[in-house]
């Protein structure tokens, strides 16, 4: 029953696709055993096959609207990305040998981009507070460091506001009362106030997207 | 329990294809929670700083040109013993120059030669340069005192572990000890500082 009220709800070439390729193959798969014989496997597979019949379909009739349905008991969301998705994004400043400590201040090598979005039902809605914890020195490995307040940001946008790092474990950087998507993108600088001992210096900051 | 293993596999397998856009890697963080539950992620960022080795010395004026002080006793006032103070410096009402040190480098030795030859002022040995007093105003960064042969020195005092930030003004004299031959009498005193 459950095949055919969704064979009986997708278009015709959905149904064309899901009857002529993708059940046939799920059929002979379980009947060689190579997938199980249970209840939930068959729609599991077939709304899998709606989904990649829909995706071919699209492109092949891109004028075609797509109807998306927000439920209001959706879950609550967020989400955080800081640089690249896959790894810790790395930003880097070398200072000249004729200007260590001189106060001009140097450039990261490059820009970050910050990505945040908080979801909740209008019912029920939440307030997203972006902290970050930068208490950790930068250090070189020989015991000397660096407090990571000597580092500085501008932003593109202005959402999450220019300013510096505090070098404690809570610095509150931003805060939105309602759902939102935010990008910005922060340009990273180095005070260069003081002389330190040559080496290189390294650590990290880990920021914190939280909805309380 | 063989199927159950595979149910287990497609299942999982189903999960990874319908979640791609939503992952959770190293530095991307969503969370999903019912209506007022609390929700928490973090995504982390890498910092370097490179700090390279240097040693930064400044006697007198920045730039390429060497500062000129001189020492004029009044006609009257030759040899006479009374110390004459020195015009043209940048400190010190003309008789002195203002001496930056900074460093990475650990403990800096400062020397003073000249291109006296051995000869003093002029090269002539008429006047030693030990006729030119030097006196610093801060005890962290003593000037050496000048004499014919030069290499003396002083060692400036460490700020914090290999580092130095001093600054001084060194301040000149003729001490006037005896009479000489009327005319100039030049020289030019080499500073260097040296870092281990």
Known sequence: MRKLSILRSVPSLHRLCIAQVAYPMIKTMMLSRHLPIRDITVPLLLNFAVLTCWMADTVNNPAAAIVVNIENDAPAEIFIQVGKRRSISRVRFRVDADDVGSGNPVNGNRSIDIQLFIRAPAANPLTGFLTVDSSTPLNNGSGATIPVSEISWTSSSGDIPSDSFAGTSSQQLASFTRSVEVSDRHTFSYKNRNIYDAGTYNGQVTYTWFAP | ?196
């Open chain 2, 1 to 196: 329990m063989n199927g159950f293993i595979k149910q287990v596999v497609t299942t999982a397998f189903l999960c990874i294809c319908s979640s791609i856009s939503y992952g959770v890697h190293a530095e991307t963080g969503s969370v999903t929670s019912g209506p007022g539950g609390n929700m928490t992620s973090s995504a982390r960022l890498k910092l370097r700083v490179i700090i390279p080795r240097f040693l930064q010395f400044q006697v007198g004026n920045a730039g390429a040109s060497v500062d000129s002080i001189s020492f004029q006793p009044a006609a009257d006032a030759v040899g006479n013993g009374v110390a004459v103070p020195g015009t043209g410096g940048n400190a010190s009402g003309g008789s002195g120059a203002s001496v930056v040190l900074r460093s990475n480098a650990g403990q800096i030795t400062i020397v003073a030669d000249n291109d006296g030859g051995g000869g003093g002022l002029g090269s002539s040995g008429a006047i030693s340069l030990s006729e030119i007093t030097a006196h610093s105003d801060s005890s962290n960064l003593q000037t050496p005192q000048l004499s014919d042969g030069g290499a003396t020195t002083t060692t400036a005092t460490l700020t914090d572990g290999d580092i130095t930030d001093r600054r001084a003004t060194w301040s000149y004299a003729y001490k006037n000890s005896h009479p000489v031959e009327p005319g100039s009498y030049d020289a030019e005193i080499i500073y260097t500082a040296v870092s281990p």
